[in-house]
């Protein structure tokens, strides 16, 4: 398994930008997700990139929370994926989990513990 470990997160304000990486061995190789869930609400996703590079966001799936704002990238040398979020709200705060796809299927089923991020001024 790849086991998949999240960085980067914090408290940060309103209208500030914060780079959440996700590492693990082989990362290259997979197709990797970001998620999201907020206390007492149900696990979105937010952003998913395959090993050639082709991403995808919610809004790709009808939720337009980040359209614009984030972004997600991969270095295949340093086996990391990024997450860059910029233009932060309250609404984002969330624990943000880095998810990888490591059968065939496309279900994300390599899950990280989560990094949290906290929009509050």
């Known amino acids: 398994q790849v086991h998949p470990v999240e960085s980067g997160g914090g408290l940060v304000q309103p209208g500030d930008s914060l780079r959440l990486s996700c590492t693990g061995r082989d990362l290259s190789k997979y197709t990797v997700g970001w998620f999201r869930q907020a206390t007492g609400k149900e696990r979105k996703y937010v952003a998913g990139i395959s090993w050639t590079g082709v991403s995808t966001y919610g809004d790709d799936f009808g939720d337009d929370s980040v359209k614009g704002r984030f972004t997600i990238s991969r270095d295949g040398a340093k086996n990391t994926v990024y997450l860059q979020m910029n233009s932060l709200k309250p609404e984002d705060t969330a624990v943000y989990y880095c998810?990888?796809?490591?059968?065939?299927?496309?279900?994300?089923?390599?899950w990280g513990q989560g990094t949290q991020v906290t929009v509050s001024s």
């Open positions: 998810a990888v796809v490591t059968k065939p299927g496309g279900v994300y089923d390599d």
